[in-house]
């Protein structure tokens, strides 16, 4: 089992500019959550996709949006990038929308916005 | 509104000590607790997660974290640590089990001195 992988790894964009980040969730998943960990801080959380529809959503600008495909995995998008964006995101794949499921997470995918 | 607060943003403990993670939170109904751990260039990793009943909880690799509603708290404890147990700890809190949202404290560096 390949767990929860994310591509890619790292990622440099420069301000205004247009990024997409992948996520496979851990096999026989089928709910997608997205989190952004700015450096020395907690993950906050961004959003979460179950059966291909937005179920909930964090603080984050219109600027954040995602999606997700039939076979469950999900893209995160972030347009007109600013400085501030440079962060690691990470994605969480689960059974269900409870957290009665572990949450497992991906590596993550380091973004930095120059 | 929920919160978390990691008391001591790096914690240094010898060989065979005792863990202790401190962990408060803030929230308006009975909270479901979380523990997390992070390795560099990883992603989390559960330890342990408190919902209803038992107040201590038991988890992966030798943990387990208390329950306190009088003191809002739910610290992470380890009787021995391992050198392999440094890394980054993570808290996290949510309000409800029906939401992948989870509200995440600033984290704590544990350091394991030989």
């Known amino acids: 089992d390949a767990g929860v992988t994310q591509s890619p790894t790292h990622l440099i964009k420069t301000r205004g500019q247009q990024v997409t980040l992948r996520c496979s969730p851990k096999s026989g998943h089928d709910t997608v959550s997205w989190y952004q960990q700015a450096l020395g801080q907690g993950p906050q959380f961004i959003f979460q996709?179950?059966?291909?529809?937005?179920?909930q959503r964090g603080n984050f600008p219109d600027r954040f949006s995602g999606h997700q495909f039939p076979n469950y995995s999900s893209e995160l998008n972030v347009n007109a990038l600013l400085l501030g964006d440079s962060a690691l995101y990470l994605c969480?794949?689960?059974?269900?929308?409870?957290?009665?499921?572990?949450?497992?997470f991906g590596p993550g995918t380091r973004l930095t916005v120059t | 509104a929920q919160s978390v607060t990691q008391l001591g943003s790096h914690v240094s403990v010898s060989e065979g000590a005792l863990v202790l993670l401190r962990c408060n939170y803030s929230s308006s109904v009975p909270p479901y607790l979380f523990w997390y751990v992070q390795y560099p260039n990883q992603g989390l990793q559960l330890l342990l997660k408190y919902t209803t009943g038992a107040t201590l909880v038991k988890g992966i690799n030798g943990f387990e974290a208390e329950f306190k509603k009088s003191e809002t708290s739910f610290h992470l404890t380890k009787p021995s640590a391992h050198m392999s147990d440094a890394a980054e700890y993570f808290c996290a809190v949510s309000d409800t089990s029906n939401t992948g949202k989870l509200i995440f404290g600033q984290g704590t560096t544990l350091q394991v001195k030989p």
């Open positions: 996709y179950y059966e291909e529809e937005e179920r």
């Open positions: 969480a794949s689960s059974l269900g929308v409870s957290l009665s499921y572990e949450q497992y």
